[in-house]
């Protein structure tokens, strides 16, 4: 099992950037495949990005291409998301998650972290 902590969400302007972390507990980080997720109110969650155990693939759903970047340090036992040209449609609450799978698939993830919150103003 294993303990998830985001940070990093606020509140933003339209076009400009965040980098959310999420910090794991426990020696089974370099195990799982992380994962983002948001949920916006009234919507059903998404994964928005995923990635490899040892960051040998990289999914990042279509809401993010070209404006997100999945990246992880199994030495920190964090994986971070680099949110760029941020629009108001992202607003959500981020959170990250784990499991033993691939990547790109919601399927895989077992352990959820509480979320942090993003708004983006317009």
């Known amino acids: 099992q294993v303990q998830l902590v985001e940070s990093g969400g606020g509140l933003v302007q339209a076009g400009g950037s965040l980098r959310l972390s999420c910090a794991a507990s426990?020696?089974?980080?370099?195990?799982?495949?992380m994962g983002w997720f948001r949920q916006a109110p009234g919507k059903e969650r998404e994964l928005v990005a995923g990635?490899?155990?040892?960051?040998?693939?990289?999914y990042i759903a279509d809401v993010g291409k070209g404006r997100f970047t999945i990246s992880r340090d199994n030495a920190k036992n964090t994986v971070y998301l680099q949110m760029n040209s941020l629009k108001p449609e992202d607003t959500a609450v981020y959170s990250c998650?784990?499991?033993?799978?691939?990547?790109?698939?919601?399927?895989?993830?077992?352990?959820w972290g509480q979320g942090t919150q993003v708004t983006v103003s317009s």
């Open positions: 426990g020696r089974t980080f370099s195990t799982y495949a």
């Open positions: 990635i490899s155990r040892n960051s040998g693939t990289a």
């Open positions: 998650a784990a499991g033993p799978g691939v990547p790109y698939s919601q399927s895989t993830y077992a352990y």
